[in-house]
C-alpha cells in the first residue's frame, strides 16, 4: 500500500516504516522566523529540503522511527565587518531520533547526545526545518571579500603595517574645521 505522506501533518512512525521519502522547494517568505533575518527582500527565494524516513531496532526489538532530514537557503544577511548584505548559505543534514511519548523523549535525550523528538502522527516538518535552519544562522556573518574597500581602523591584518603612515586623525579633523572656518 502506498500512501501519500504531507509534510506539514506527518505521521512518523508510518514515514519511517515505509522507507518514505519527501522533497520539496518552498518559498522562503513562507518561513516567517527565518524570513524574518534576512536584511533583503526573499522573494523568489527557496527552503529546499529533502527528508527520509528509516525504521531501525532498538536493543529490546522495539522499532523506533528516524527521519534524515536536509535542508538548505541563501539568506541575505548583514556582514559584520562592512555592514553590507552578504548572501549567506545555511544548511543542515541531520537525523533525528522519535521516541513513543514525551516521557521516553526527554529520558533519551538525557542518556544521548542524538536530537529526539515525539513521533507524533501530525508532526510538522517544516517547523522542524525551519527550527534547525534557524539555529544554522550565523551570530557573525561576514563576506570572504568584503566588496568594497573599507577604512584601516577596519582592517586587522593591515592595520598595524600602515599605523605610520596615517594622518593622525585629529590633526586631519583640526584643518577640516580650519578650511570650513575659512
Ligand atoms: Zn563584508
Redesign the pocket.
Known sequence: MKRDFVPEHLHVAEFAKAGGQLSGDNPLAEFKRLAAEAVESVEDRQVHWEAEGEEREETGGRAEPWIHLRAGATLPLT?Q????P?QTPIEVDRWFRFAADEESAAALDEELEDDVLVASRDFDLLELIEDELLMEVPITP??EV??QDLPLSVQDADFDSSEKERVNPFAALAKLRSDKAE
Open positions: 556582514c565587518r562592512c555592514l553590507t552578504v561576514r563576506h568584503c566588496p
